[in-house]
């Protein structure tokens, strides 16, 4: 089974080869198995992308986290599987829209000069509502912002946001170290007023055009970047009202610019395919 390895900033991808996909009868499993660092290729998901119509650039689009499940949306994700489909020619203008399972999302070839390229992504509306996260503490909210949640010994105000997948965002003047990131953030993703878990993103304001972020992904575990939860963060911080609508946000391993115009939210980072193989 053929497969290439793709990352938008240390945040990696499996992307199985269309026609290899029939040739899966447990995708989760598979998932497991291939993500898995030590057994496996090793990377923070699986994705698998199919063109659906080159006429009209249209593809189908599914992502499996490490762990097997299978997550509603990717920035990264989506930027990774629109470089390989650009790489191969199977799409031969700058623009590609993918169906997720939380709408249509396009994805722009802005950069291609130099290398890595860059690719502008649509992350469609945020939004705020209790249901949509979802959270569930026994009452409905229309936003959550600063709401006091008990983590780890002490209270945290976080702010909640829908990408079409949970993030809870944890503002800090100063970042807790890694191994108290881990902590928070795994009980933070299995919190029980969070019925589908979460990703959670601990943010540092840098400025009123940037923040650090460091992302903890449900299903994963710490990341080294992350496309929805940058896109999240962004959010967070504009309904805080700590940043402009503009926000360059930095992660570990470069930043990624945010727009949120409108109503929606867009995003923009260099991509990178690092290899293609067989797995055996």
């Not at 490490?66 to 390989?84: K, P, Q, T, V, W």
């Not at 840098?206 to 449900?218: A, K, N, Q, Y």
Request: glycine share 10%; net charge negative; hydrophobic share 40%.
């Amino acid at each position: 089974m053929r497969f290439t390895k793709a990352h938008s900033l240390g945040n990696d991808f499996l992307i199985v080869e269309p026609e290899e996909r029939g040739g899966i009868p447990d995708i989760p499993g598979f998932a497991r198995r291939v993500c898995n660092r030590h057994i496996g290729v090793g990377a923070d998901g699986l994705i698998l992308a199919t063109i659906e119509d080159k006429a009209k650039a249209l593809a189908g689009f599914r992502i499996f986290n490490a762990d097997g499940s299978e997550s509603e949306i990717s920035g990264n994700g989506l930027r990774c599987a629109a470089a390989y489909f650009f790489a191969g020619k199977e799409i031969s203008g700058p623009k590609i829209l993918f169906r997720t399972s939380t709408g249509d999302r396009e994805c722009d070839l802005i950069e291609i000069e130099g290398q890595p390229p860059r690719i502008r992504v649509e992350m469609g509306p945020p939004r705020f509502a209790s249901e949509d996260i979802p959270f569930d503490d026994g009452d409905r909210h229309e936003k959550v912002i600063d709401y006091p949640l008990f983590i780890h010994g002490k209270t945290h105000p976080v702010t909640l946001v829908s990408m079409g997948n949970p993030h809870c965002a944890i503002f800090f003047d100063s970042f807790p170290d890694r191994i108290e990131r881990l902590v928070i953030g795994r009980e933070v993703e299995i919190h029980p007023f969070f019925p589908n878990r979460t990703n959670v993103e601990f943010i540092r304001v840098l400025s009123r055009s940037e923040i650090e972020v460091h992302f903890f992904e449900r299903g994963v575990g710490e990341t080294m970047s992350s496309g929805s939860g940058s896109s999240a963060a962004a959010v967070a911080a504009i309904l805080k009202n700590l940043t402009d609508r503009k926000v360059s946000v930095r992660t570990s391993m470069g930043n990624i610019i945010v727009e949120w115009e409108k109503d929606r939210v867009f995003q923009s980072a260099p991509v990178e395919l690092v290899f293609e193989g067989t797995l055996l």
